[in-house]
């Protein structure tokens, strides 16, 4: 499989006229920090070729999938944890490879640090 020039291809949807918006994920149970680097910084080469915004989100684990069943068994998901409390802005997933309070920090700063000021502004609120 071939891969994709995704920097190009921001440059080619804002050169025809359209709105482009990233999707970061990070906080996978075995990511490290420096990959979580590597993906953030593809984020900022996108942000550079004209990205409108970029939407930096924690791995959720949630039920019904593969990945809510290996954290069931490896302990990834604390005992008093509440299906109403996982959202893509706030980590959940426990003894992984990057603490949660270390991932929050870093996933806080680079979606600040990749949006514009007014997008970070409106859109505060929902990510508390």
């Not at 482009?20 to 996108?46: F, K, Q, V």
Request: negative net charge; hydrophobic residues 45%.
């Amino acid at each position: 499989m071939a891969r994709c020039d995704t920097v190009a291809l921001v440059r080619a949807v804002k050169a025809a006229g359209m709105r482009c918006s990233g999707n970061y994920m990070i906080g996978y149970p075995d990511e490290t920090e420096a990959e979580i680097g590597a993906t953030l910084d593809m984020a900022w080469r996108h942000r550079d070729a004209g990205i409108d915004e970029a939407d930096v989100f924690c791995v959720v684990p949630f039920p019904g999938t593969t990945l809510y069943d290996k954290a069931i068994r490896r302990g990834w998901l604390p005992a008093d944890w509440n299906p109403d409390d996982m959202r893509w802005f706030r980590p959940i997933m426990r003894n992984v490879a990057v603490p949660a309070a270390r991932l929050q920090a870093i996933r806080d700063a680079a979606w600040a640090d990749l949006n514009p000021p007014a997008f970070v502004t409106v859109h505060a609120e929902a990510a508390r």
